[in-house]
């Protein structure tokens, strides 16, 4: 069992190539004994963005805050809080920022043991925090 209130959780930058002031926290992950999928909290600046990208996995997506686009497969879909999205896996995605403030959404994902080279657990704070990259990267 966790509870913790999500600004206890550390607010990393998601910095690999493509992302602009994009933020992450790990709200619940496998190192929290969550046998199955682990929940993210992503913040992205006004006029930010997520790199546009796609892996084996799908991730089920709930905005919290904000005004968004979803670019997929190179079409643009406006969003807003309150809204949900399911996310293909193998589908070419991003998340855009169109909002004047903060756009903040949830994002779950499966483990590792449920997709073959995804790793889903939080990275350790001795590496940078990539959870775009391909192979056995921290994913979104």
């Known amino acids: 069992m966790k509870l913790t209130h ?14 602009e002031g994009t933020f ?11 046998p199955n999928f682990a929940m993210r909290l992503f913040e992205i600046e006004h006029e930010g963005h ?13 905005c919290l805050e904000g005004n968004g686009i979803l670019v997929f ?3 643009e879909y406006p969003f807003k809080a309150d809204d949900s999205m399911y996310i293909d896996p193998e589908k070419m995605h991003q998340f855009r920022n169109v909002g004047e403030g903060k756009l903040k959404f949830l994002c779950m994902i499966p483990h590792e043991n449920n997709y073959v080279g ?13 959870p775009f990259a391909s192979g056995k990267a921290n994913n979104c």
């Open 73 to 75: 497969e190179g079409n």
């Open 6 to 19: 999500f600004s206890q959780v550390e607010l990393k930058p998601v910095d690999v190539e493509g992302a």
């Open 24 to 34: 992450i926290r790990w709200l619940i992950a496998e190192k929290d004994g969550a």
């Open 118 to 130: 995804q790793d889903t657990k939080e990275p350790d704070k001795k590496k940078p925090v990539n």
């Open 50 to 62: 997520t790199p546009y990208h796609k892996h084996a996995w799908e991730h089920v997506i709930y």
